[in-house]
């Protein structure tokens, strides 16, 4: 079965930076769009970037090229590099896929906060 797992969230400083990452399996991984989005309590969750199979990319304008989102067919594994980390940046993370229905990671805490 389709399986997606983030990981590489924590609290990091103002300025900082972090990469997150997503393992993914029981799918054909080279031949999908991948999606990272976040959410923070009371909010709806936000799509930040996406990725096709052939590495073409779509980020939300309000990222400013703070963040970079990347694939590794060799891993089945999506990546989202977030520099200059802001307190505003504060939210679960999530990947998705969308094949015939929508997946969902577990999500990852993301904490910026001095």
């Known amino acids: 079965q389709v399986q997606l797992v983030e990981s590489g969230g924590g609290l990091v400083q103002p300025g900082g930076s972090l990469r997150l990452s997503c393992a993914t399996s029981?799918?054909?991984?080279?031949?999908?769009?991948m999606d990272w989005y976040r959410q923070v309590p009371g909010k709806q969750r936000e799509l930040l970037a996406r990725i096709t199979g052939v590495s073409s990319t779509y980020y939300t304008d309000s990222l400013k090229g703070r963040f970079t989102i990347s694939r590794d067919n060799a891993k089945n594994t999506i990546y989202l590099q977030m520099n200059s980390l802001r307190a505003e940046d504060t939210a679960v993370y999530y990947c998705h896929l969308l094949m015939g229905r929508d997946y969902w990671g577990q999500g990852t805490q993301v904490t910026v906060s001095s």
């Open positions: 029981g799918f054909t991984f080279s031949m999908y769009t």
